[in-house]
């Protein structure tokens, strides 16, 4: 996965013994704060949004998907790798 450059800054308030907890888990596996808690903050994401049952469409959308639903696979090998490949959150 190629990794954009990091413009963009996420600034945080944190008590002293929170701060301290997460430097001792960063501190412990070699990964700066930063790192830490970019991956924490990613992994937590990624499994909120993984767990996302419910979605809201109007009548156009809905209609578009029903149809995608109902077409024939336009190649099912395709899909039979997706489904085997282990999702990168997994890794």
Do not use: C, G, Y
Not at 46 to 66: G, P, S
């Amino acid at each position: 996965m190629t990794t954009a450059p990091a413009n963009d800054t996420i600034n945080l308030r944190v008590p002293a013994a929170k701060k301290a907890l997460i430097d001792r888990a960063a501190e412990s596996i070699n990964e700066t704060r930063s790192a830490f808690m970019l991956d924490a903050a990613i992994a937590r994401a990624e499994t909120i949004l993984a767990d996302r049952t419910h979605f809201v469409l109007n009548e156009k959308q809905m209609a578009r998907f029903q149809a995608a639903l109902d077409a024939p696979l336009p190649d099912p090998k395709a899909l039979i790798r997706l489904l085997t490949l282990r999702p990168p959150w997994a890794k």
